[in-house]
């Protein structure tokens, strides 16, 4: 672990652990230090393909005690409603903050049920696949669970991806070809981005949420055509209004692919996502999703048609180079799925949380954007501050992500909130209220 000037990284893991004081970082930096971003380390002059190490180096020394500490805070503890999270600019570890930063969103991650089956598939499997799925990375349980996604979201078949990232980069690459056209949402994921690139497919953004833009983006163009929405977004909160841009589609005669990373396990009667939420769960063609969030693990899957899948076992490069998903993993997972079909109480508690937290921050006039769902964005709108409002907020208690420029627009600074079905009332009153204080020490509700 290393030492620069301002900051002190931890060392131990027991309570208090600095060897420097801590330093207000926020006046030790230059004028205009924050004003820059990562944004300005991309392009540089010269031949040399490491020209802009040594300024992001001494930006990067300047600006991180000054709030980008607070991203890759290690927590001591499993993603749970309360965590332990080691604060790397003072040494100290901050013990039982109230969480709204992991996903987790059923609170499935370490539930003794699932701990058992990953403890009961180390003894047999070991740690890891060692092995492409397509060369010997696939395992009995492997298969299993990819039968039983199929099951679960009501589709011939489903294959297994290592992440939700490569689920995303694997399909859409692995699907269009250069010379096609993929329309996506203006706010999708950056995983949905990269496939788009890396397919070389001519690549459109349609207006947030707005079929009739779609339908502009689409117009016009005769080959193979693809959109992409997501069921959840994830910086926002909100849902696609799925009947319109079916509709859009259908016009146009393009496939529809759907995202449901923050969805899958949560929305719909049966949990399947927000396309059956919607009732149009057979109108997407691409039903993709994450085992991130809701059931917390790893991995992502795709669903839908036999032929579908089976293509793109042969085309998706990020799957079969790419070596399987540790079996460990796959053997919690297959537990946490179960437990999410079998305990719908899990989602209605999940549900009466969310209300719950959006009466307790609009009581307290905190601005939340748009959010229909569980991910609740606190728009600051201040990326000047966003990181000083940040540090308070944990120093008061509570782990939660400042989101600035890139990740969001300009002036678009927020804390995303996610909430789980975990969270105990206590958790959530706490929490809203460490958070308002500080807020209202920043003007950002009276
Ligand atoms: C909409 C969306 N898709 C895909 C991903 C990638 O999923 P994973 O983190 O499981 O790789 C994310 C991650 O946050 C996401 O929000």
Known sequence: MSETKNETVATDVTGRLDVAPPVDAVEATTPGAMEYDYTNFYFGAGSDPFALLQPFDDWWREVKPAGYYLYELPLHTAPGTR?????????????????FASYNYLGLSYRPEVKEAIK??????????????????????????????????????????????????????????????????????????????????????????????????????????????EGVYSMDGDTPPLAEIVEVCRKHGARLMIDEAHSAFVFGETGKGVAED?????????????????????GGYIAGSHQLINYLRGFSRSRFFSCALSPVVVAGLRKALELASREPELRTKLWENVAYMQQLLHDRAVPMGDSTSHVIPIMVRDDARVFAMGEEIFREGVFINPVKYPAVGKHKSRFRMSISAAHTREDLEEGAEKIATVLRRYGVCP
């Not at 679960?152 to 399909?171: D, L, Q, W």
């Not at 994450?290 to 693990?297: A, C, I």
């Open 83 to 99: 965590v332990d999270v080691e604060d790397t600019k003072t040494g100290e570890l901050r013990r039982n903050l109230v969480n």
């Open 278 to 298: 919607q009732g149009l769960d057979e109108e997407v063609d691409i039903h993709l999703g994450t085992f991130s969030k809701s059931l917390g693990g790893q």
């Open 120 to 229: 009961e598939a180390a003894d047999i499997y070991g740690g890891g696949s060692s092995g492409s799925p397509i060369l010997s990375g696939t395992t009995a349980l492997h298969r299993q669970f990819a039968e039983e996604i199929a099951a679960f979201k009501g589709k011939e078949a489903a294959m297994i991806f290592p992440t939700g990232y490569s689920a995303n980069v694997g399909t859409i690459a692995g699907l269009m070809r250069s010379g096609d056209l993929i329309v996506a949402d203006q706010y999708a994921h950056a995983s949905i981005v990269d496939g788009m690139i890396l397919s070389k497919a001519k690549s459109r953004f349609f207006r947030h949420n707005r079929p009739d833009d779609l339908d502009r983006k689409l117009s016009g163009f005769d080959g193979k055509k693809l959109v992409i929405i």
